[in-house]
């Protein structure tokens, strides 16, 4: 190994950012007791081509010998590095909102005890793993101090509020009842021919010049109610334009955080519906996190399949991942985005089981048809990240 690269790989896992005395951040202190420890520790371990690969076997190293304080340390050393590296990215490329260096370091560090109870070296690098936890907090960071709509894509923003919810917000937005009739209308003919995905190319509206307005347009006016206006590819790509902005306006605007969190309008039972569901997402999430510790009656791939599924949730919900970030974690490919999803919908399909028992226990004559059935499915599919977030933390934390 060159005397360059050992430099390398003591800076890496020796030193730590700190606050200069004339304020400048970061300033690298090295720890010199790391830096000769490192030295020793790279004589023992095999040799590797890159810095990411050392972090990986010195993490589990770490994994082995639990309790011993130096290992940790260059661990955080190089988490550290990460955090900072991360941040510089994140603060350059949204620059405008104006927040320190240093305040984003500080959030991403929150999230260090997190990476090392959840990592597993075997599936990912740690480099890979802990920059995307960070740059997570830092958008939960904005979201908190600055604009509660950041990073939020424009697919869904539009599909994120229930039917009453929208047509609240285009109310209040200033638009009559007859108009909002039409938005509405319009916006089910674009979320027909844009199909709601994940994928990039589906995240933000197509430009102006995109042949999917055309299509809409064409679409509405072919089926449009007989006293409803004739719109061209200018007037749609307004209309759902105009649905957005009057989404952000009501509901992510500096509002309280409690508007965010509504129950649909139409209730299938006359129980207190928000709370069912708060009890039905309790209660599936304890059962997963029960079957991922109990080692006794529980077979393997039922235990391994819970603890896929908890992965998920927690990268998905906890970190604000998106499908394709956690399928690179969990299956090491962002072209298994679907997987994800469909583990997601799979815990979905749990919370409606969970719900109807509730409702069945309170009232043993209730009986509801498949149809009914996937209408409550649709309804829990619209409550916002947040609100499984809050109680997937809340439970975890709890372990």
């Given at each position: 190994m060159t005397p360059e690269k050992i430099q390398e790989l003591i800076r890496s896992f020796s030193r730590f950012p700190k606050k200069g005395n004339n304020g400048k951040f970061p300033v690298?202190?090295?720890?010199?007791?790391?830096?000769?420890?490192?030295?020793?520790?790279?004589?023992?371990?095999?040799?590797?081509?890159?810095?990411?690969?050392?972090?990986?076997a010195i993490f589990s190293l770490w994994q082995r010998n639990p309790d011993?304080?130096?290992?940790?340390?260059?661990?955080?050393?190089?988490?550290?590095?990460?955090?900072i590296y991360a941040a510089k990215k994140f603060s350059q490329k949204y620059q405008d909102y104006g927040i320190l260096l240093e305040d984003y370091f500080q959030t991403g560090q929150t999230k260090i005890e997190k990476i090392l109870n959840r990592?597993?070296?075997?599936?990912?690098?740690?480099?890979?793993?802990?920059?995307?936890?960070?740059?997570?907090?830092?958008?939960?960071?904005?979201?908190?101090?600055?604009?509660?709509?950041a990073f939020r894509t424009d697919i869904w923003l539009l599909n994120c509020k229930s039917l009453r919810q929208t047509k609240k917000a285009l109310k209040q937005y200033g638009l009559s009842e007859k108009e909002i009739e039409k938005y509405l209308l319009v916006r089910d003919y674009f979320n027909q021919i844009v199909p709601l995905t994940n994928e990039k190319k589906f995240r933000q509206l197509p430009p102006k010049n995109n042949f999917v307005w055309e299509q809409v347009a064409i679409a509405y006016n072919k089926y449009k109610l007989e006293p409803f206006p004739e719109y061209d590819e200018e007037d749609?790509?307004?209309?759902?334009?105009?649905?957005?902005?009057?989404?952000?306006?009501?509901?992510?605007?500096?509002?309280?955080?409690?508007?965010?969190?509504?129950?649909?309008?139409?209730?299938?039972?006359?129980?207190?519906y928000l709370d069912d569901l708060i009890d039905a997402v309790v209660r599936v999430i304890k059962?997963?996190?029960?079957?991922?510790?109990?080692?006794?009656?529980?077979?393997?791939?039922?235990?391994?399949?819970?603890?896929?599924?908890?992965?998920?949730?927690?990268?998905?919900?906890?970190?604000?991942?998106?499908?394709?970030?956690?399928?690179?974690?969990?299956?090491?490919?962002?072209?298994?985005?679907?997987?994800?999803?469909?583990r997601q919908q799979k815990f979905i399909d749990k919370l409606v089981e969970e719900l109807i028992t509730i409702w069945q226990q309170k009232n043993p004559d209730l009986c509801l048809t498949q149809e009914k059935i996937a209408e409550i499915r649709e309804q829990v599919n619209k409550y916002p990240k947040e609100f499984f977030t809050y109680l997937l933390t809340e439970q975890l934390e709890q372990q």
């Open positions: 690298w202190i090295k720890k010199k007791k790391l830096a000769k420890n490192l030295e020793t520790l790279l004589n023992q371990l095999p040799f590797y081509d890159s810095t990411k690969e050392y972090a990986n011993d304080y130096i290992l940790q340390e260059h661990i955080l050393a190089y988490l550290a590095m990460v955090c990592f597993n070296p075997e599936k990912s690098y740690l480099y890979t793993y802990a920059y995307i936890i960070f740059i997570g907090s830092f958008k939960d960071y904005v979201r908190k101090e600055c604009d509660r709509s749609i790509l307004r209309i759902i334009q105009t649905i957005i902005e009057a989404v952000v306006y009501c509901y992510f605007n500096n509002q309280p955080q409690s508007q965010i969190i509504q129950p649909q309008s139409s209730k299938p039972v006359s129980h207190d059962k997963i996190i029960k079957i991922n510790k109990n080692n006794k009656n529980i077979g393997i791939r039922e235990k391994e399949f819970a603890a896929e599924i908890m992965k998920i949730l927690d990268l998905y919900y906890c970190q604000d991942l998106t499908f394709e970030e956690t399928a690179k974690i969990v299956y090491g490919s962002q072209k298994n985005g679907y997987k994800a999803r469909r």
